[in-house]
Each structure stands twice: as structure tokens, then as C-alpha cells.
């Protein structure tokens, strides 16, 4: 007799898309090229630094901006004494002359300070600050700047008995991008050959293993394209929104394929034909693919409740990644299935093809009978450890890296370390944004005055500081060292000092005055108070939903409570990881990451969202699984047995994928990424293992029949069960 098989939405499109191939395959190549045509066409809209702020530094950069001062990105040169030469030496003097009279006759170079102002010199005497001004905006000032850099270069040349070094907005992230560009193009050809590696060995065919690969890829390609002309609405954060969509869109877009083919070559080799097998998978992978789909793309909604323009831009664009990968899954996938047929296994590699066909894995096997036997002690067990794991995140730190969490190796980081030991602050001033009718009249000229004299005689602040006022005088922006990393404690505590005491006791007293600080350290405070508040909006919203949502598919109250909290479980342990790795400092010599003190201030709500998403694929497909077996009769350990044997080796392929694609990021040499790359590759591989091996049999097993609960509400049925039909007469 053939199976009960439920018709939903994904089996009518896999019938859809069977009987019409060439219009499902020729459809989505034309989309995927017309996505990223119009992409290429629209181009990105990127998040300007005004957009990004938050709080009090958010309300400082946006007054700044709508105080139309003449664009222009600060720079620093640090002129050092070699081997004894000290400021006061002819050497010293003739070489500082000669570097300022070439960076004034040098384009675009405005408001220079040369040394012998107050707070130019070091306080060991041995190196001077020239500080100056690129005119033109965040992009345009990347190529102004280049001339002021070969200004430098040539000052530098002529005077080897001191060292003559250039720092600054624009010079940095012309020598950032760079590092950076050439960093995500080493991840994204490493983490193509190594998906395809992995799926060879999980298809065991050059065909099968090609086509999750090429649906990923495309799926990417129509994201990017698309996320274009989306965000003239919701603007990107540029530099971080591509490696994002590259990331999940290829996890999510190989683990769809995955479990559709794989369920339709284990239909196949049970004895079915092509279209019945398809038609199964279909209705059955089909479905959790949908429904994973949904969840992973509530989760990635949680991001637009984050506060943050820059989590909004990732939600948009993770979500669109997601979609994009479902319809092609639900569409042109089953097309290229049918269109294949028998060839869907050409090119089988015959050590891996054989091993496939054998059917279970011995190991999860192994593991998954000694569980079964003692679901108690099993759960208790793997639950202790993940919590072990988890309770060192009680403790964790966030800060935001700043310029120290960029890679330590390039030359224009080298050079603002020794900045920043000369001249302490320097590099990332606070920067008082004033605001009045006139901040030229007298009251408010004397309160500004005033604020400086403070500022520099209170601990942690110091010069040299610099003023500007913009043309309509309604702003004032006055820049002042501070002290520290510019994220670290003693930064915190200069911040705090000029917002609590220093301002209030001199602009505080200015009627119709008011003054906001900004600037980085200002902006890492107030992001991680923006975070703080809002994360348990973020957790409400995605657990809440994605209640509802699992509640709906399988019928079921405990199943998504299980689920939540597993996920839970495995998101905690990966917090904990983190904390011992990248705060408390172990494995730093082999990892080679520059410590910040703690973990990256948006990195825990952004893993949350992401792995909570992620972490869905796994557990729709297996107890979508275990449900259909149950529904076949079995009982509910049978069904468990059955339905996580017959799951796990896609699952444990499917994890390999992402932990391979993740620990890639975890190699790349900026923190933030390394970081980013660890906490997911460490979360998916206990997820795929922990979670899914020990902790979701035993759990299911010990709640037997209470796995499948719902309450009656009064007056209303039991939740609706979906149509089901006989499938086997093919699509």
C-alpha cells in the first residue's frame, strides 16, 4: 500500500514545477540574471554614519549633518625622533617644516595644525602631531587623501632620522578595504571547492553534489541583485552586508537542496520511480524546507526590533537571502530533478557511493541506541554540559573593537598604535557637538571655553583639542582627546566624566544651548545601551512567533517548546565558547586574534537571530521526519528511532557545510570576523551533534505521547490537520 503523504503547498509546487521543467529552469536562470542586471544597474544605498548612531552620539552626528559643515575626513602625521632625536633637535625641526609645507600646497588639505600648538608635542618630547583635513565625503575623500599620503611618503624619504607616518579617516580605510576586500575574496573561493567537497562526500555523485552548490550560488547572486534596489529604501551597512548574504544565503541555499535531494535519492533507492520519489520529497522535505524557511525568516525579522539601522539592513537582507533560496528550492529544484532523472547520479565516486547506499551510519547508530536506552541519564548529561558550556556567558563583556580589532599586521594600524601611545586619544577624539542660535555669541563662546580648560585638566582628557563652527553658526563640533583604546574602561570613564560633570558645569548653564558627545567611544556606549534595551523585545518577538509558527505546522504545544528551548541551550554554549575564547584569552595564540576585552557588541544579539534560524533547518527536517512516522503508526520512540536515523547523515553533512563555510570567516584576520566565524561554527557543530544526536531523541523519548499535545480551547476543535492523499502516481 502506498503512504499517507500530506498535500501542501511545497508538493503542488513540485508537481508545478515537474511538469512544466523548462519554464521552473529557464524562469529562475532569467530571474537570477535580471535580479542581478537591475542590481548592478540600481547599485547599493549605504548607510551614512549619521543613519548608524544611536543615542546621544546619534542625535550629535545628526545635527552635525544638518549643520552642512564642508565634508571632510580628519588625518593625523606623526613625526617620531629616531635613535635620540628628540622634537627640539635642527633634524626634528627642518624635517616637520618640510612635511607641513608640502602637505599645504598639497590638494584638498585644509585646516592644518602644525607642531608647536598646544598639545602638538608629546610629553617624552620625542614626537610631534600635524593634524589637517580631507576635503570631501566618506567616498570621495578615499581618493583625495591619496595625494596627502604621497606628500607624507616623500617627507618621509627625505628625512630617514625621524619617522614621518600618516593616519587618519580616509587613509585608513583606503588601506582597511583593501585588507578586507582581499580577505572575504580568500573566503569566498576557499568555501566553494570545500561545500563541494563536502557534498561529493554526501551524494557521492558529481551531479547530485553540483546542483545544492549551483542553487546556492544563484540564490546569492538574485539576493544581491535585488537587495539593490531595496536599499534605496532601507539602506545597507557598507562593507558587511555582501559577506552576510554570501554566508547565510550559502547555508541555507545547499542545506535546502540537501535535504530535498537527499530524500529524493533515498526514495529512489527504496524502488520508486523518479516522479513518485520526487512527489515524496515534495510533500515531505518539501515541506520542512518551507516551514524552516518561515521560521529562519521570522528569526531574521527580530533584527528590524534591534534598534540599530545597521541590524535593520541585516534583517532585510538575510531575509531576502532565505526567501530567495526557498522558492528556488520549491521550484527549480524539483525541475532539475526531473529533468535529470537517472542522470541525477552521474559521476558517482564509487569508495562514496557505495558507502551512501548502505543506508544509516553505523556511528549515529551507535549513538543513537545508547541514548535511546538511557533517555534519562542522556539528557541529563548533554544538558549539564551545554549548561557548563553556556555559564561562562554570565560574565561576558561586550565592547566595540574599534580600530583594535582591525588586523594588527597592516602598517596603517602599526602607525596608530604609535599614535596612540605619543599622543594618547588622539586618534579617536570625543567630539562635543554644540548646538545654539549663534554658538558664536558671547555666553556660549565663554561655556565652550570654559568646557575645553576642564576637559584637558580632568583625568583621561587631554589636547590637543580643535574647534570648527559650521557656515550658518547654529553648530559648534569641538574634538577632544580621550584617553585609552577608545572602547576600553578608562575611554568609559572620560566619556563619563565629560557627560556628567564637565558639560553640565559649563554648557549645561548656557540657556537655548545644548551639547551632545560623539565620537567612538560615545558611539560604542550608547550602541550597547541601544542593544541592552532592546533585547528582550528581539527575544520575545522571535521566540514568540516562531511558537506560533511550529505550533501551527506539527500541531503540536510541547514540540515548539522543545525546540525554543534547545535552541537556547545551543546559542547559551556558544556565548560560553566565545567568552573563554576571545575575552578570557584561550586559544588566542592559535586563533592569532588581537584581544579586545570581550566580545564584539553586536555579535551576541546578531548570533542569536542567526542561529536560532539556522539552528530550525535541522529540527524541522527531523521532526518533520519523526512526525511522518508517527502518522504511519509508529509509536513514538519508533518514530523517533526511525526518523532520526533516516535523517542523520544529511544532517550531519548539512553541518558540515556551515561549520566548514563559518570556520573559513573564522580565519580571516580582522577580530569581528574571527569572532562572527567561531561562535557559529562552534553553535552549528553542537547543535548537529549535542542537540540533534543525544538531547532531542531523549527528550522526545521520555515525553512519549505528551510529544504531541494541544490543548482544546473551549468552543474551537483541536488544531486542523492538513489533507492528506495517497502519493505514487507520480507528479
Same mark, same amino acid.
Given at each position: 500500500m502506498l503512504p499517507v503523504i500530506r498535500?501542501? @503547498?511545497?508538493? !503542488?509546487?513540485?508537481?508545478w514545477s515537474a511538469r512544466r521543467r523548462r519554464v521552473a529552469i529557464w524562469g529562475w536562470l532569467g530571474f537570477v540574471?535580471?535580479?542581478?542586471?537591475?542590481?548592478?544597474?540600481?547599485?547599493?544605498?549605504?548607510?551614512? @554614519?549619521?543613519?548608524?548612531?544611536?543615542?546621544? =552620539?546619534?542625535?550629535?552626528?545628526?545635527?552635525? %549633518?544638518?549643520a552642512n559643515f564642508p565634508e571632510a575626513a580628519l588625518e593625523q602625521v606623526l613625526v617620531h625622533g629616531r635613535a635620540g632625536v628628540v622634537a627640539g633637535d635642527p633634524a626634528f625641526k627642518v624635517a616637520a617644516r618640510d612635511l607641513v609645507a608640502r602637505l599645504r600646497a598639497t590638494p584638498h588639505v585644509r585646516d592644518l595644525v602644525a607642531p608647536g600648538a598646544p598639545g602638538t608635542i608629546s610629553r617624552d618630547g620625542r614626537s610631534a602631531l600635524v593634524t589637517f583635513r580631507i576635503a570631501g565625503d566618506e567616498r570621495t575623500s578615499r581618493d583625495h587623501v591619496k595625494a596627502a599620503v604621497a606628500a607624507t611618503a616623500a617627507a618621509q624619504q627625505a628625512h630617514p632620522s625621524v619617522r614621518v607616518e600618516q593616519f587618519g579617516e580616509a587613509s585608513a580605510n583606503n588601506a582597511?578595504?583593501?585588507?578586507?576586500? =582581499? %580577505?572575504?575574496? +580568500?573566503?569566498?573561493? /576557499? *568555501?566553494?571547492p570545500v561545500t563541494l567537497v563536502v557534498l561529493l562526500v554526501a551524494f557521492g555523485a558529481i551531479v547530485a553534489a553540483g546542483i545544492p552548490l549551483l542553487l546556492g550560488m544563484t540564490a546569492v547572486f538574485a539576493a544581491l541583485g535585488l537587495l539593490s534596489p531595496l536599499s534605496h529604501l532601507i539602506p545597507v551597512s557598507e562593507g558587511n552586508i555582501d559577506p552576510v548574504v554570501l554566508l547565510i544565503g550559502l547555508a541555507v541555499g545547499v542545506d535546502y537542496s540537501m535535504f530535498y535531494l537527499r530524500r529524493n535519492l533515498e526514495e529512489r533507492n527504496a524502488g520508486r520511480d523518479n516522479r513518485s520519489a520526487l512527489a515524496v520529497?515534495?510533500?515531505? =522535505?518539501?515541506?520542512?524546507? &518551507?516551514?524552516?524557511?518561515?521560521?529562519?525568516?521570522? !528569526?531574521?525579522?527580530?533584527?528590524?526590533?534591534?534598534?540599530?539601522?545597521?541590524?535593520? *539592513?541585516?534583517?532585510?537582507? /538575510?531575509?531576502?537571502?532565505?526567501?530567495?533560496?526557498?522558492?528556488?528550492?520549491?521550484?527549480?529544484?524539483?525541475a532539475m530533478v526531473a529533468w535529470l532523472g537517472d542522470r541525477l547520479?552521474?559521476?558517482?565516486?564509487?569508495?562514496?557511493?557505495?558507502?551512501? +547506499? +548502505?543506508?544509516?551510519?553505523?556511528?549515529w547508530g551507535a549513538v543513537l541506541d545508547r541514548v535511546l536506552r538511557r533517555p534519562a541519564i542522556s539528557l541529563a548529561l548533554g544538558a549539564g554540559l551545554l549548561l557548563a558550556l553556556a555559564l561562562p556567558a554570565t560574565a561576558m563583556h561586550t565592547v566595540d573593537p574599534g580600530f583594535t580589532g582591525l588586523p594588527q599586521d597592516l602598517p596603517i594600524m602599526q602607525t596608530y598604535n604609535r599614535i596612540q601611545a605619543a599622543f594618547p586619544g588622539g586618534p579617536v577624539p570625543a567630539t562635543v557637538v554644540v548646538q545654539a542660535r549663534d554658538v558664536t555669541a558671547p555666553a556660549v563662546r565663554a561655556a565652550v571655553g570654559r568646557m575645553t580648560e576642564q576637559a584637558v585638566a580632568a583625568p583621561d582628557l587631554s589636547g590637543p583639542v580643535a574647534t570648527r563652527i559650521s557656515p550658518d553658526r547654529t553648530v559648534e563640533a569641538v574634538d577632544i582627546p580621550v584617553a585609552g583604546s577608545g572602547t576600553d574602561k578608562r575611554s568609559e570613564q572620560a566619556l563619563a566624566t565629560l557627560r556628567d560633570h564637565v558639560i553640565p558645569a559649563t554648557l549645561g548653564s548656557v540657556r537655548g544651548a545644548r551639547a551632545d558627545v560623539a565620537?567612538?567611544?560615545? *558611539? *560604542?556606549? %550608547?550602541?550597547? %545601551?541601544?542593544?541592552k534595551s532592546h533585547l528582550p523585545l528581539v527575544f520575545a518577538f522571535v521566540l514568540g512567533v516562531a511558537f506560533l509558527l511550529l505550533l501551527r505546522s506539527f500541531r503540536s504545544i510541547v514540540i515548539p517548546l522543545t525546540a525554543i528551548a534547545l535552541n537556547l541551550l545551543s546559542v547559551g554554549a556558544a556565548y560560553g565558547v566565545l567568552k573563554l575564547v576571545f575575552q578570557d584569552g584561550h586559544l588566542q595564540s592559535l586563533l592569532g586574534f588581537a584581544d579586545l576585552g570581550g566580545v564584539v557588541d553586536w555579535l551576541p544579539l546578531f548570533l542569536f537571530v542567526i542561529l536560532f534560524g539556522l539552528s530550525m533547518d535541522y529540527h524541522v527536517l527531523i521532526i518533520s521526519r519523526i512526525r511522518e512516522e508517527y502518522d504511519a503508526g509508529a509509536s513514538t520512540e519508533e518514530a523517533v528511532s526511525r526518523g532520526i536515523r533516516s535523517t542523520a547523515g544529511i544532517i550531519t553533512s548539512a553541518a558540515v557545510v556551515m561549520v566548514a563555510v563559518f570556520a573559513i570567516f573564522g580565519t580571516l584576520s580582522a577580530t569581528v570576523f574571527k569572532q562572527m566565524g567561531v561562535g557559529l561554527a562552534v553553535a552549528v557543530l553542537i547543535d548537529?551533534?549535542?542537540?540533534?544526536?543525544?538531547?532531542?531523541?531523549?527528550?522526545?523519548?521520555?515525553?512519549?505521547?505528551?510529544?504531541?499535545?494541544?490543548?482544546? &480551547?473551549?468552543? +474551537?476543535?483541536?488544531?486542523?490537520r492538513a489533507r492528506q492523499r495517497r502519493v505514487g502516481a507520480g507528479v
Open positions: 498535500t501542501n @503547498v511545497a508538493a !503542488a509546487a513540485g508537481r540574471l535580471v535580479a542581478f542586471a537591475v542590481g548592478g544597474a540600481v547599485g547599493q544605498r549605504y548607510l551614512t @554614519v549619521p543613519e548608524m548612531g544611536n543615542g546621544e =552620539s546619534g542625535r550629535a552626528l545628526r545635527a552635525y %549633518d544638518k582597511i578595504w583593501e585588507a578586507m576586500t =582581499s %580577505d572575504f575574496r +580568500r573566503a569566498e573561493t /576557499t *568555501s566553494l520529497a515534495a510533500a515531505t =522535505s518539501g515541506r520542512a524546507v &518551507l516551514v524552516s524557511g518561515l521560521t529562519v525568516m521570522v !528569526a531574521m525579522a527580530g533584527m528590524f526590533l534591534a534598534g540599530s539601522a545597521v541590524f535593520s *539592513s541585516f534583517g532585510m537582507g /538575510t531575509m531576502l537571502v532565505v526567501a530567495v533560496a526557498v522558492v528556488g528550492s520549491l521550484t527549480v529544484l524539483p547520479e552521474r559521476g558517482r565516486v564509487p569508495f562514496i557511493a557505495k558507502r551512501r +547506499r +548502505r543506508g544509516e551510519s553505523r556511528v565620537g567612538l567611544t560615545a *558611539s *560604542s556606549k %550608547d550602541f550597547n %545601551d541601544t542593544m548537529a551533534t549535542i542537540v540533534r544526536a543525544v538531547l532531542l531523541p531523549s527528550a522526545m523519548t521520555l515525553l512519549g505521547r505528551w510529544n504531541w499535545y494541544a490543548p482544546r &480551547l473551549p468552543g +474551537r476543535p483541536r488544531l486542523p
